[in-house]
Nanobody
Framework: QVQLVESGGGLVQAGGSLRLSCAAS????????MGWFRQAPGKEREFVTAISWNGGTTYYVESVKGRFTISRDNAKNTVYLQMSSLKPEDTAVYYCAADRRAFRQPDTRATMYADWGQGTQVTVSS
């Protein structure tokens, strides 16, 4: 099991930036693909971005391409989500998640992730 703690959320104006962090402990973080998902009020949780265990492969949902960047520091057991040019529609609770199995390519499906953080609120005002 991996324990995940997100931080860095907050209130920002449209066009602004935030960097989310997700600190991991437990299973060997450096072996696991990691993902970020988000859930807006009244909507289902959706995939945002994911990164492979070694950082070599990343995926993004179309709506955040060019604005969000996922990265990881395996020495610090942390994955990051740099968000720029934020829009009101980015408002959601953001969750990080750890893959069920080691050394896999990142996946866009929530069911492929075993462990989840508690979430951090991101609110973008217009």
């Amino acid at each position: 099991q991996v324990q995940l703690v997100e931080s860095g959320g907050g209130l920002v104006q449209a066009g602004g930036s935030l960097r989310l962090s997700c600190a991991a402990s437990g299973r060997t973080f450096s072996n696991l693909a990691m993902g970020w998902f988000r859930q807006a009020p009244g909507k289902e949780r959706e995939f945002v971005t994911a990164i492979s265990w070694n950082g070599g492969t990343t995926y993004y949902v179309e709506s955040v391409k060019g604005r969000f960047t996922i990265s990881r520091d395996n020495a610090k057991n942390t994955v990051y989500l740099q968000m720029s040019s934020l829009k009101p529609e980015d408002t959601a609770v953001y969750y990080c998640a750890a893959d069920r199995r080691a050394f896999r390519q990142p996946d866009t499906r929530a069911t492929m992730y075993a462990d989840w953080g508690q979430g951090t609120q991101v609110t973008v005002s217009s």
